[in-house]
């Protein structure tokens, strides 16, 4: 089964080292303007993938949308 | 209160000269709970109550990191010793100071250093990387930290900032100096480079901050009159939340970079290229399948653990790994242990550049504070590899290496290696 999850950058804990950027390039973007990552709209992915780049920022930023 | 003694000493500076205690942090990371180690002169007593509590475990390393709250980098500050309140509030930059200060500053730097960024600078690495081995290569090998492992590392930081290259030899010297200020051997003269400020107000008690210091508002004056494209315009321009850096808070992060952004990245690649030279096979390894490049770095960069620890401060009691901590005392993260924990490495002694599961903590064990230069090192040892598995350079050892009397950085002096024909 394609178990597919969506992600949440919590604003105020993401200091911007970019670390899911580069993991999932495809989902999210960190912003120019206040280095602040955010999700690309509607993207959702596998949950394994999803609880690596959960994992993989260094702020605990990022969580799996319930 | 009893507090369990440490096994061994981990602490005072010339035990490094030998290398990194590992069986120290063997004994300590097997040890139930957390061990209390004296720090500083120990027959007046001093030294018990100056001690600190030594994380050696991987998981408790984490744990540390990611409680900032708990364990903070602003009570008290990240090096060993203790500060006095206006000592630390000089000093204070973005590695000493919490939430929400923190977050505001590291903001403000941080968008240059994210890894679509740090592709920017690759090719200027990577021009800088292929000079420098070529030189090597044409000079029969000799002191790799003089030749590669130090100019490399400070080129890139200074074409980063903007810094013209004629100053890249004085800029290495001033940093070569505030690591002695880590150890315990002899420093500048307190006057050193005209120096008037108390050395306990500059940061790593060296009279080269000051010189460091003075470079940063020559650079400043310079940018706001002329700004361009480099790194110093930006953080003049730079604003969080509607703020600016200060003053200060601009030259304690010059500071910071220069010191940061060179020093560690050439321990890396000092025992980087140690560890091909002494494991020929692993070299071959990658030169066979230059895939392998990624894993490669991070191998380098656990295997070498340029910052061997960091320090917190309890700011509440509390409890990490069973045992009791009082609000207020030291509690250091020995990354050196935790990257050779075997309840994480699979045969943590064994330099592997094919190794797959690598959570190495030599940025840091995550949180806040997390290495904001950890894209822009991995690149540099890249693009330094990759130059030489082009030109099929294989390193030969020739005699052992000069560590540094630090406990700090996992420094070498000089490295003598050879270059195979
Ligand atoms: C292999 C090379 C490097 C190693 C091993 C290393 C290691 C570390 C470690 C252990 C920390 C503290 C993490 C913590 O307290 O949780 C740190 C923080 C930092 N590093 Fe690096 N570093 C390296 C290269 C660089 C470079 C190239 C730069 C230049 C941009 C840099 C800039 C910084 C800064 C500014 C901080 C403070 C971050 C903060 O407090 O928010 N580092 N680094
Ligand atoms: S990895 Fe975490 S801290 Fe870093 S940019 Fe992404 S969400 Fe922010």
Redesign the interface.
Known sequence: MNDLVQLTVDE?RC?????C??LEPEVFC?S?E???SRVVDGAVLDRARALAVVEGC???AISVKA | MDRRASPADIATSSVYLDGIPHEGFTAIRETEGLVWHPYGPIGDGNGERNGFWAVARHADVREVS?NPEVFSSAVGHTNLWDLEADALEARRSLIDSDAPDH?RL??VV??A????NTRNWEGMAREIAAELVDAFVAGGGGDWVAQVAAPLPIRVILAILGVPLEDADYLVELTNHLVEGTGDGPSLPDDAYGNTTPTRLLPFNSPASHALFEYAERMRQLRLADPGADLVSGLLEAE?DGERLSANEYRNFFQLLVFAGNETTRTAMVHGALAFAEHPEQWAELCHDPSLITRAVDEVIRWATPVLHMRRTASCDTELAGTSIAAGDKVVMWYAAANRDPTVFEDPFRFDVTRVENPHFAF?G???H?C?G??LARMEIQVLLEEMVARNVVLQPRSAPVHLASNFVHGVASLDLGVAS
């Not at chain 1, 200091?15 to 670390?19: A, K, L, N, T, W």
């Not at chain 2, 250093?113 to 679509?116: G, I, K, L, S």
């Open positions: 105020d200091i911007g080292v970019g670390q950027e580069l960190l120019d206040d280095t602040i260094p702020n605990m | 990611r977050t590291r903001r941080s968008r250093f994210t890894p679509r969080a840091g995550g949180g806040p997390f904001l950890a894209f």
